[in-house]
């Protein structure tokens, strides 16, 4: 799959360990150097600015969506391209339709929150287009377990799980990303 642009959700805070930033700079410069445009919450806090500057310091596109009440404490100055939404919902569909895949990076509830909508919508068969995670330091493992806990219990499906990709590297992400292929699994269990 060719992609052309990336959604990445992130922390609008830097987070405890080194390591996400160092890998959220790595995310940027290979978007730059492969041409990728960055699609982003459009704010200059966290490691949503790390991504964000590294796309742009590589001479990279770096599109900015965020909605009116955020952007008045904490826009993104300096971007390719600047979205003001009048609310989340209008933020959130806006960064769907722009980006061919998405990655989520260490985050909060925000992040969470944002991965789980294109999760959902791919496990229903809306869309098709790839998800990962970016499990950087093994951020992610007790979401994953919790994840493979609801499997067990039978409110997921492990074909639905599998539907979205991990890795701990940038270029593990990125392949994984690229090779996707979509399969589209009956969503409901037990179901007479
Ligand atoms: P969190 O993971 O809770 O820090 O939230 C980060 C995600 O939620 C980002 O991908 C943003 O799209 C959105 N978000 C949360 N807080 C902010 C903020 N202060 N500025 C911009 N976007 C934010």
Same mark, same amino acid.
């Not at 992130?10 to 405890?16: H, I, Y």
């Not at 260490?106 to 992040?111: D, L, R």
């Not at 990303?177 to 589209?184: S, W």
């Given at each position: 799959m060719n992609l052309k642009s990336i959604a990445v959700y992130?922390? @609008? @805070? +830097?987070? *405890?360990l080194p !390591? /996400?930033? $160092?890998?959220? !700079? !790595? *995310?940027? =410069?290979?978007l730059a150097k492969n041409s990728i445009t960055l699609v982003y919450g459009g704010s200059s806090v966290g #490691?949503? =600015?790390i991504v964000a500057d590294?796309?742009?310091?590589?001479g990279g596109k770096v599109i900015g969506v965020i909605p009116e009440a955020i952007a008045k404490k904490v826009v993104h100055p300096n971007l390719t391209e600047l979205h003001i939404t009048a609310d989340m919902h209008a933020r959130k569909k806006m960064m769907f339709d722009l980006a061919d895949a998405f990655i989520a990076m260490?985050?909060?509830?925000?992040?969470l929150e944002e991965i789980f909508e294109v999760l959902t919508w791919s496990q229903l068969g809306f869309h098709s287009k790839p998800c990962a995670f970016l499990n950087i330091a093994g951020y992610y493992h007790k979401l994953f377990d919790f994840l493979k806990h609801s499997v067990d219990h039978r409110f997921v499906k492990q074909e639905? #799980?599998?539907?979205f990709q991990i890795s701990n590297t940038v270029e593990g992400v990125m392949d994984a990303?690229? $090779? /996707? =292929? +979509?399969?589209?699994f009956d969503k409901w269990i037990d179901r007479k």
């Open positions: 992130c922390g @609008s @805070s +830097p987070g *405890l !390591e /996400y930033a $160092t890998v959220a !700079e !790595e *995310l940027g =410069k290979f #490691l949503m =600015k590294n796309v742009l310091q590589g260490p985050g909060g509830i925000g992040t639905h #799980l599998d539907m990303l690229k $090779t /996707y =292929k +979509p399969k589209i």
